[in-house]
């Protein structure tokens, strides 16, 4: 495709002067428009309307069937009968436009026949059983993934809704990127007929979302021509001073590119390597960041050298000779063909010097590989086509090159995504990542992981939510922290817990650089929050008994709850009930002194506390010889004949995620009441909790020590001690 198509409200661009632009004529949509309209529908006779498409269809596949793009044209010339574009041309003359850009680049048959249908569902009375039946399933597919969903059901999540959809499609069938892809070009060609804001509006979707996509699916034909078109839209100063330079550069004199290209045909003539050269004007967005890096332009920056030969070894062949004959610029020269890019490019990169100082870049590929430069997946063909054996793995499953790494990665990524406005900045930040490494896994397998991108990445790309027991990593044999960048060809192996509770840290997402990780773990920190936050929704004051009154505790602290670090959190769980008597004062209330928790058969004393409420605390109690010296009245106490009791006991354990899940399930299965649990910040990876329970009888208090111990992680549980005065 050529990248000199613009917005027509903004300038035109213009081409070089001499051999070094190809132009293509531009569809007159108007003429167009009246051979859609009036043109002979005669069943044995192809409509005029599509006779371009026809032509350059059969340049590609010159036996194709023609007879399923008549029939798809009479049903959507039809079906859009009356129905206008804001330009003034009929509808028709729209789905006609994308499908003959569709034809240009090779698309077979059935993508052809969808692209003259794609609207028809969205905007006419055509039904997808209608196209089915008509067509067959895979253009019914098609036609649907390419479909927008209604506004009046989505409203604001419309749009992100519908490119969710495309992007599920697409994972089954790319063909319905291609033509979405088409789409938009054909739209930003007659975008000069909208408003200026809904123009910018477009046009920052089609920079933010399409373009990165054209890239990744390897489409340079509508890439470039897209950027060119956003370019003209959102930076119209930039783009006028662009299209002066290439003005400028098309009225001088002599063309240096012209003379180097005929100084590689004659070396590489006699060198008896048959090649096609030719030039490559850059396009608009390509001049542009070339004058930014370098300042002011020379003719060689104008443009590229493209080296067109018929085998693999030829490329190397064209290196071998440029290198010996002409002076090479070392550090500019990239094989993308020994090891190809993500998204299909295969090519040599070389750039040589010429006497005066200027540097010509020089592609070198085959005629396939600038076929699959061009139009990317477009050129694969029919993915639903019987697979050809080297297209095979040898387990007899077809290896699809239509389905690339990265798009499995947000297939994956997109289902977690919790709603549209997650999915919607996910995915542009997601497509703003430009270039994709592999790393190698310790069982010969790979990851693809796009540049940035570190351990924790490879471990949720590894493992997926299992990733969470992730405790480390070996990159290149060596222990390297989760945050360590990873290069291109890194070797890794991920060191993995045997806990299958464990939870992430919420350092890692620091570290997290593609979507998967980062909505893998946010997900997980929002569950454990959630549960965090119920817990402290109990939380209170909860009664009088709930805190020591002023002189009846002698250590009320800070506490926290899971998570173990951060700041100190306390956490009630319920009522408490005692089965204590004061003597002489059998209606006198009592409650048991949290600093103590005494419970039968403890020696125990009371003293009176603020509301006529006797507190009891165990005789060897710091706090007794306090309160005593303090002229406290003492009153008598003992247990009655209830065999329920109160107790505080402290575990302390090694930290690890859902301890203290665990650690209240098995005091809940002992069939204990949790009063208050406070967990105290770790130190040196070792943690204490501390419990106030209510037992139903004293005697389950060994067994309820016990199953604590037993809990993983748990070294010890005890009675908390009195507490010294003072503190």
Same mark, same amino acid.
């Given at each position: 495709m050529? &990248?000199?198509?613009?917005?027509?409200a903004a300038p035109g661009p213009v081409a070089p002067a001499g051999p070094r632009r190809r132009a293509r004529p531009r569809i007159d949509l108007r003429r167009l428009g009246r051979a859609a309209v009036l043109g002979p529908t005669a069943r044995d006779r192809l409509p005029d309307a599509i006779g371009h498409v026809a032509e350059a269809h059969r340049a590609h596949f010159p036996e194709a069937d023609l007879e399923p793009l008549r029939r798809a044209y009479v049903l959507a010339e039809s079906s859009h009968r009356g129905q206008m574009r804001k330009s003034g041309e009929p509808y028709i003359t729209h789905p006609l436009a994308v499908t003959l850009i569709l034809a240009e680049l090779g698309a077979e048959t059935t993508t052809l026949t969808a692209s003259l249908l794609h609207d028809t569902v969205e905007d006419t009375d055509v039904t997808l059983d209608q196209v089915r039946e008509q067509f067959g399933e895979e253009v019914r597919y098609i036609v649907d993934g390419v479909t927008k969903l209604?506004?009046? $059901?989505?409203?604001?999540?419309?749009?992100?809704?519908?490119? =969710?959809?495309?992007?599920?499609?697409?994972?089954?069938?790319?063909?319905?990127?291609?033509?979405?892809?088409?789409?938009?070009?054909?739209?930003? +060609?007659?975008?000069?007929?909208? =408003?200026?804001?809904?123009?910018?509006?477009?046009?920052?979707?089609?920079?933010?979302?399409?373009?990165?996509?054209?890239?990744?699916?390897?489409?340079?034909?509508?890439?470039?021509?897209?950027?060119?078109?956003?370019? &003209?839209?959102?930076?119209?100063?930039?783009?006028? #001073?662009t299209r002066e330079l290439i003005a400028e550069n098309a009225g001088r004199p002599g063309d240096p590119l012209t003379e180097v290209a005929e100084q590689v045909r004659g070396v590489l003539r006699e060198a008896d390597v048959p090649a096609e050269v030719l030039i490559r004007p850059r396009h608009f967005v390509s001049v542009h960041r070339v004058s930014r890096k370098r300042?002011?332009?020379?003719?060689?920056?104008?443009? +590229?050298?493209?080296?067109?030969?018929?085998?693999?070894?030829?490329?190397y062949a064209v290196l071998g000779e440029l290198h010996t004959c002409m002076t090479p610029v070392v550090s500019e020269f990239k094989d993308f063909i020994a090891v190809p890019k993500f998204n299909l490019y295969q090519s040599l990169h070389t750039a040589v010097a010429r006497?005066?100082?200027?540097?010509?870049?020089?592609?070198?590929?085959? #005629?396939?590989? #600038?076929? &699959?430069?061009?139009?990317?997946?477009?050129?694969?063909?029919?993915?639903?086509?019987p697979p050809a054996?080297?297209?095979?793995?040898?387990?007899?499953? +077809?290896? $699809?090159?239509?389905?690339?790494?990265?798009?499995?990665?947000?297939?994956?990524?997109? +289902?977690?995504?919790?709603?549209? $406005?997650?999915?919607?900045?996910?995915?542009?930040?997601?497509?703003?990542?430009?270039?994709?490494?592999?790393?190698?896994?310790? $069982?010969g397998g790979t990851l693809g992981l796009p540049e940035g991108a570190t351990c924790v990445d490879a471990a949720y790309a590894q493992y997926g939510e299992d990733a969470h027991a992730c405790i480390g990593a070996r990159v290149n044999g060596r222990l390297a922290t989760l945050s360590t960048v990873l290069k291109d060809g890194d070797s890794v192996q991920l060191l993995m817990g045997q806990d299958p509770a464990s939870e992430p840290s919420r350092e890692w997402l620091d570290h997290a650089h593609t979507p998967a990780a980062r909505i893998a773990i946010q997900r997980r920190l929002a569950t454990r929050q959630s549960a965090v936050d119920r817990a402290q929704d109990a939380v209170g004051d909860a009664d009088a008994d709930a805190a020591p009154a002023a002189g009846d505790s002698a250590h009320a602290s800070s506490?926290?709850?899971?998570?173990?670090?951060?700041?100190?959190?306390?956490?009630?769980?319920?009522? =408490?009930?005692?089965?204590?008597?004061?003597?002489?004062?059998?209606?006198?209330?009592?409650?048991?002194?949290? *600093?103590?928790?005494?419970?039968?058969?403890d020696g125990i004393t009371g003293f009176a506390v603020r509301g006529g409420v006797v507190t009891v605390h165990r005789l060897e109690c710091a706090a007794v010889a306090r309160m005593r010296s303090a002229g406290r009245a003492e009153f008598g106490v #003992?247990?009655?004949?209830?065999?329920? *009791?109160r107790v505080t006991l402290l575990a302390e354990s090694f930290g690890r995620p859902h301890l203290l899940a665990d650690l209240t399930e098995a005091i809940a299965l002992e069939g204990v009441e949790i009063i208050s649990a406070t967990v105290a910040p770790p130190a040196q990876q070792r943690v204490r909790h501390t419990y106030t329970l209510q037992l139903p009888d004293a005697a389950g208090l060994p067994a309820l020590m016990r199953a604590m111990r037993s809990v993983p992680g748990v070294y010890d549980v005890s009675r908390t001690q009195p507490q010294p005065p003072g503190l």
């Open positions: 050529s &990248a000199d198509a613009t917005n027509p209604e506004k009046v $059901d989505y409203g604001a999540a419309a749009e992100p809704e519908t490119f =969710r959809k495309m992007l599920v499609a697409t994972g089954s069938d790319v063909r319905v990127m291609s033509i979405k892809l088409a789409d938009r070009l054909h739209n930003m +060609r007659t975008l000069g007929v909208m =408003r200026p804001d809904k123009q910018a509006r477009i046009a920052k979707v089609t920079r933010d979302v399409l373009i990165p996509l054209a890239e990744r699916l390897g489409v340079q034909a509508l890439k470039t021509e897209l950027e060119d078109l956003v370019f &003209a839209i959102l930076h119209p100063e930039e783009y006028a #001073h300042g002011r332009l020379r003719g060689c920056d104008f443009g +590229r050298l493209l080296v067109l030969v018929n085998e693999d070894a030829d490329c006497e005066d100082g200027q540097v010509i870049e020089v592609l070198i590929r085959t #005629h396939q590989m #600038h076929k &699959a430069a061009e139009a990317g997946v477009v050129a694969l063909g029919n993915p639903y086509a054996e080297e297209h095979t793995t040898s387990d007899g499953e +077809r290896a $699809d090159p239509t389905r690339p790494g990265w798009l499995s990665r947000l297939l994956e990524w997109q +289902r977690a995504a919790p709603d549209s $406005d997650t999915f919607w900045s996910t995915l542009r930040e997601d497509l703003a990542q430009d270039r994709e490494i592999t790393v190698f896994r310790p $069982d506490a926290a709850t899971v998570p173990a670090a951060g700041p100190a959190v306390r956490t009630a769980f319920g009522p =408490r009930t005692v089965s204590v008597v004061v003597a002489g004062r059998p209606d006198t209330a009592a409650r048991l002194a949290g *600093c103590c928790t005494p419970v039968p058969p #003992h247990w009655g004949e209830t065999t329920a *009791c």
